[in-house]
Nanobody, 127 residues
Framework: QVQLVESGGGLVQAGGPLRLSCVVS????????MGWFRQAPGKEREFAAA????????YYSDSLKGRFTISRDNAKNTVYLRLNSLKPDDTAVYYC????????????????????WGQGTQVLVSS
């Protein structure tokens, strides 16, 4: 059973940074390409960022590129999402997800490509 547990959310002032973490257990972490999604109140879940199994390839939503950075530490079974220059519109529940992507350098963008999801961590950005 694969489990994903996010942490690091909270209340932050606009302009501030935040780093989210997601620890994966149950199977070898390096088997999975990882992604972050978010869901704002009243809106559909949207893709934020993805990273390949090896960590060498990353991909971002166009609207978030330049402010968010995804990374992973395979030795710690952890994927991170660094959020910079936060805006009130970034308020959302952030979810990490794991996908069984065969190739080391592939990223997965569509939510349907992810088999496992965490419970989410709330980020609240005050103006």
């Amino acid at each position: 059973q694969v489990q994903l547990v996010e942490s690091g959310g909270g209340l932050v002032q606009a302009g501030g940074p935040l780093r989210l973490s997601c620890v994966v257990s149950g199977r070898t972490f390096s088997y999975y390409a990882m992604g972050w999604f978010r869901q704002a109140p009243g809106k559909e879940r949207e893709f934020a960022a993805a990273i390949s199994r090896s960590g060498s390839t990353t991909y971002y939503s166009d609207s978030l590129k330049g402010r968010f950075t995804i990374s992973r530490d395979n030795a710690k079974n952890t994927v991170y999402l660094r959020l910079n220059s936060l805006k009130p519109d970034d308020t959302a529940v952030y979810y990490c997800a794991a996908a069984e992507a065969g190739l080391l350098n592939n990223v997965v963008v569509r939510s349907k490509g992810y088999a496992y999801w965490g419970q989410g961590t709330q980020v609240l950005v005050s103006s």
